[in-house]
């Protein structure tokens, strides 16, 4: 068997990649959500059909395209919408860090396509189905069944939300539903003491910044959490590992 699938067997057709879908269905509803309010609300914020759909298919990241939405209709400074975008899309260096232990075997440009689909929780299902830090050929199938659901639950109601936003009423309340269908996605990484504290200290930051201009106190809060998260790792390091 090779690392992508046996050779009899396409790789949809893989009892990993199955496995690797299953797991993510218990959260789909939350990621469709979430994607269903990103779509409606690249519309509502000025930008055109075309420029959301190229949005949403490129960028593929929901709280980065959230949190640079409000700049983008703001008119804030480019650096300011990339520096947002950077910093809160900056754990995915760590999860990436993590992933290039189990597929760094891998030719360059199969883990260049691996990384457009990388997300959040299915780092964290990968790691809690396999914890144990050595490639083993059933975790491409896995990796793959997991983020073809991913992709599609965020895709698929995106679009939609692109095309029906004009028909979605603002006091809907949709930018609410967002940040609770956002939430429901967080608390799913809170997965031990470090994080928890981390996330405290990130929610304390941003309202104690909430007053500064072009929402800086998102990159406050996202330096805080970071600076924690290190000590935190340093201080306690045996409970930096999450849970298998």
């Given at each position: 068997?090779?690392?992508?699938?046996?050779?009899?067997?396409?790789?949809?057709?893989?009892?990993?990649?199955?496995?690797?879908?299953?797991?993510?269905?218990?959260?789909?509803l939350g990621i469709s959500a979430w994607g269903l309010v990103t779509g409606v609300?690249?519309?509502?914020?000025?930008?055109?059909?075309?420029?959301?759909?190229?949005?949403?298919?490129?960028?593929?990241?929901?709280?980065?395209?959230?949190?640079?939405?409000?700049?983008?209709?703001?008119?804030?400074?480019?650096?300011?919408?990339?520096?947002?975008?950077?910093?809160?899309?900056?754990?995915?260096?760590?999860?990436?860090?993590?992933?290039?232990?189990?597929?760094?075997?891998?030719?360059?440009?199969?883990?260049?396509?691996?990384?457009?689909?990388?997300?959040?929780?299915?780092?964290?299902?990968?790691?809690?189905?396999?914890?144990?830090?050595?490639?083993?050929?059933?975790?491409?199938?896995?990796?793959?069944?997991?983020?073809?659901?991913?992709?599609?639950?965020?895709?698929?109601p995106s679009v939609l939300g692109i095309f029906l936003a004009d028909r979605v009423?603002?006091?809907?309340?949709?930018?609410?539903?967002?940040?609770?269908?956002?939430?429901?996605?967080?608390?799913?990484?809170?997965?031990?003491?470090?994080?928890?504290?981390?996330?405290?200290?990130?929610?304390?930051?941003?309202?104690?910044?909430?007053?500064?201009?072009?929402?800086?106190?998102?990159?406050?809060?996202?330096?805080?959490?970071?600076?924690?998260?290190?000590?935190?790792?340093?201080?306690?390091p045996e409970r930096s590992r999450g849970t298998s």
């Amino acid at each position: 068997m090779g690392f992508s699938s046996s050779a009899s067997v396409p790789m949809w057709r893989h009892p990993e990649f199955k496995r690797g879908a299953k797991d993510m269905t218990a959260i789909t509803l939350g990621i469709s959500a979430w994607g269903l309010v990103t779509g409606v609300a690249m519309i509502k914020s000025g930008l055109g059909v075309g420029l959301s759909l190229l949005m949403s298919l490129v960028v593929f990241a929901g709280s980065s395209q959230l949190a640079a939405l409000p700049l983008l209709a703001s008119g804030a400074p480019l650096w300011v919408v990339w520096a947002t975008a950077f910093c809160v899309n900056l754990r995915f260096v760590i999860f990436s860090a993590q992933w290039r232990m189990y597929f760094g075997h891998l030719a360059r440009t199969k883990r260049l396509a691996m990384s457009y689909f990388a997300a959040d929780l299915n780092y964290v299902a990968f790691i809690r189905r396999f914890p144990d830090i050595k490639p083993a050929p059933e975790q491409v199938p896995y990796y793959w069944g997991g983020v073809a659901l991913n992709w599609t639950s965020w895709q698929v109601p995106s679009v939609l939300g692109i095309f029906l936003a004009d028909r979605v009423p603002t006091q809907w309340g949709l930018g609410f539903a967002g940040v609770l269908a956002l939430l429901g996605l967080a608390l799913a990484l809170l997965k031990d003491r470090n994080s928890w504290v981390a996330a405290a200290v990130a929610a304390t930051a941003a309202v104690a910044a909430y007053g500064l201009p072009l929402r800086l106190n998102i990159l406050v809060a996202i330096a805080a959490a970071v600076a924690m998260g290190l000590l935190m790792e340093h201080t306690f390091p045996e409970r930096s590992r999450g849970t298998s």
